[in-house]
């Protein structure tokens, strides 16, 4: 078992250094390009830090041939996606493009490796982008902040103990020069690896390559670096507070070497048994499961190239002290390093290993990256070599590596709390909830680039539209798509076939043969949770303890299979469905069918399990709330959602979950979890017969008639007026702006007719930072922002239109008036034909992408059931998308935005009435 056919791995060298590393799939029409620099801010000079991510944004910037702007632009109306990070150990730029636009990719990287311009102007306009980025990720976030802290402990001399993004004092610093000799001495094709993975043939590919890349000269010789870790001696301690901090939580740091040591792979299987977070890990089930002092753990040996650390972390509830906890870890270390594991446990690791590498690098994507990385930090080759050393580690190991790394005398220990918390008091928080349905971006990097559906616009008389034109012959002309250029997804309809269960469950399934594996999806729509408007959090409460026993299994009975076997099931409830998703191996499927039926029928809400959950969700919906960012949106949010069941408190009320009895949860179980209304949808390595057999034993047996009389949800009220909450903290350094628009009776819902329009209207508008109108003007031009993004949070029952972004104080009148600018503009003009064209173009290739795999197939089929749309509602998405017009966009623009009715929430160093022009 290989998580990566070798044999289809090929290895080539240019002339010029550059290495290539190919690999054929050819599932879908979609080509995935990697090129991955071996530089990261460890190579940068004392001084210096945070030139490697500024060089990223500055050939972000482009060359003479394709200028600021066009290399997002090219790529997104061409249906691409485009990424790119810097890491402490590389930088790495990728594209996932259409098979038939690759040119396009290998054109601009091989152009960037050495035409970059670096314009002064540009560099100090991209300098304010990268401050305000650093705001965002480090300064007013302290997660950002605790690891800075974190790592200058953890590291002596080492240059991972500097922020990847750099000192503040550092980027205020570095000078154009500089940063352009970085980029001339680093970004070379002898110092890169370019990884294509995709459906293409390896000896065409290699033609392009050396077409684009063999141009590229080569770079200078670099002398070889040596990294090193001088080891600390004594126990460090970390005591971080900050207002923002909600969890009451412990780290324990230990230094540990890379994975492909000696001592890695067995230090890597006993994090996995120590402190996985999984409800199974040893001390998951001490101090989650039986003291009940903690509400999770997690931790294990971090994937670095250098020697890192290993980690232990666990979240403790408010009144529980860091002595105790940190006492019992350590007991369960000593435990480990005195007496072998058993077999049961190390077999359950080898189990997950055959799990992961059946069920992964499904995706061109997914193959790439691990090439890519695996490559630079170790050679591909370990990619496999892995499984088998996992495989060969044995109880000896395990004992020798804990009692080797697992030093009492020299580790740093982190204590973080709330800010009125003291370490000793027993007081803290838990933590904090999502907010429903955001996007909200975190990564381990330093990230650029687009994810998602943007466009590029051209048509604007600004200076960068003149160059645009300049060099329209050249590369416009070259790589703009026409309609006709776009590769169309093959028709999902005709995949899906049907059967009716002996309880008359409708299930829809899909054969597919090329993995193992089998994907289940269900949802039981219901009317509105009448209850849950009396007792906020009983919808909750339900979700979370169906998992926690059924009539015939305890949990510890269920958590124990599933993480043997092993397999993937969770029951989850919205304000409008209850939904299921499993995910198995296909001699599992009979045991994730059958907890299924477990879950949804046979649930048993057992009064101790009850006790456990009823305290998290207290701690949660307490600390909901806490800090001015949270209040902020929820001021908005709640608003926009007045007397609707959406605006109800998301997580809850704690005088509502302490009053709630088993007799509740279960009166609520039994009228809303039935088969009546619930849908199937199944796909993978099977055949008719044998699936039908197996649902048949199990889902086809459950009665429960419905008692759900499908009350119809309230109706969502348009924003009237002017309405600004400005939540003013003198420490945050930037702030948070959010604005809401919602100017119809029942709010934008999913049968919305004019659906593809918005969605174009808002690529063109706010979609991105990087390609829409906003990103240029406020980020691009005037450097307001690191990040602008929109969300047209559209839901069964209504929705509303929420445009976010994060800037200085100082600029947040100026980039309101920005936004409202941008927005008038487009009621009163339109858009252009051309960025018409472009938001087509680049939907339309996107549209394959939805489909790379027919477990994405089934997804699809899922919410096209759930939505209520006919199954053919896909497949006929590209004449919907071409069917839009100019004048649709404009009358959307007037119809859906309202610069005179909105909601405006702002988080920040303000005076209450900084905002006041708005209201």
Known sequence: LFAIDESRVKEFYLDNGLKVITYEMHAAPIIFSCLVYDVGSKYEPFGQTGISHIVEHMMFQGTKRFPKGVIADLIASNGGVFNAYTSTDVTVYYELLPKNRIDLALDIESERMYKCVFDPQEFEREKKVIIEERKMRVDNNPKGLRMEELNTLLYKCHPYRNPVIGWMEDIERITRDQAYAYYKKYYTPNNATLVLVGDFDTNEMLKKVKKYYGRVPKGPKLEEMNFYRLDFHGKRILEFTHQDITDKSLGLYFKAPPRFSKDGPALYVAGRILCRKAATSRLYKRLVTEERLCQVVAGGLRFSKDPSVFVISAVLFPDKDFDTVEKIIWEEIDSMATYPVSDYELQKIKNHIVFDELTSDQYPSEVGNRLAVYDNYFGWRNINRWDSLIVSV??????????????????????????????????????????????????????????????????????????????????????????????????????????????????????????????????????????????????????????????????????????????????????????????????????????????????????????????????????????????????????????????????????????????????????????????????????????????????????????????EFQRIKPIKGKHVFVFSNPDYKQCRIDIAFNTVEGGITVRNPDLEALKLLEYILCGNSLTSRMGRKLRDEQGLCYNISSNLWVRIHGGYWNIRTFVDEANAVKMIRGIFEEIRKVQTEGVTESELLDAKARKLSLLPFWIRTLDDVGVNVYEMLKYGRPLDYFDRKAERIRAVTLDDIKRVANKYLDTENYIIAVSGNLPEDALDEFK
């Open 394 to 711: 044995n109880k000896e190991d395990i004992m020798r590596v804990v009692r080797k790394y697992f030093d009492r005398k020299n580790h740093v220990v982190c204590y973080t709390l709330p800010e009125d918390s003291s370490r000793s008091s027993g007081k803290g928080e838990e933590k904090k909830l999502k907010e429903p349905e955001e996007e909200m971006a975190s990564s381990g990097e330093v990230t650029e680039g687009i994810t998602g559906i943007k466009v590029r616009r051209k048509d604007t008389k600004s200076l960068l539209e003149k160059v645009l034109r300049i060099f329209k012959k050249d590369v416009m002309e070259l790589y703009t798509p026409t309609l006709d250029d776009i590769i169309a997804p093959n028709p999902i309809a005709p995949l899906v076939d049907s059967l009716v269960l002996r309880n008359g469950v409708k299930v829809y399934y899909i054969e597919q043969h090329d993995f193992p594996t089998v994907y289940l999806l269900g949802f039981i729509p219901t009317g509105r949770l009448v209850e849950n408007e009396k007792n906020p959090g009983i919808r909750q409460f339900v979700e979370a303890m169906i998992h926690r026993g059924t009539k015939s299994r305890t949990y510890d009975e269920i958590i124990e299979e599933k993480s043997f076997v092993p397999y993937q099931l969770k029951v989850s409830q919205s304000w409008e469905n209850i939904s299921i998703q499993g995910y198995s191996l296909k001699k599992d499927a009979g045991k994730m069918f059958r907890l299924a039926y477990e879950y949804l029928a046979e649930a048993n809400f057992p009064e101790s399990e009850m006790d456990k959950i009823r305290r998290k969700l207290i701690v949660k919906a307490k600390n909901f709330k806490k800090t001015d960012a949270m209040k902020a949106f929820y001021s908005m949010y709640e608003s926009v959602f007045e007397g609707h069941q959406y605006g109800l408190p998301y997580a809850g009320l704690p005088e509502v979950y302490e009053k709630l009895t088993r007799d509740d949860l279960i009166r609520f179980y039994k009228k809303y979890y039935s088969p009546d209304r619930l849908k199937l949808v199944v796909v993978g390595d099977f055949d008719r017969k044998w699936l039908e057999e197996e649902l048949n034993k199990t889902i086809g047996g459950w009665i429960n008639p419905s008692g759900d009389k499908n009350v």
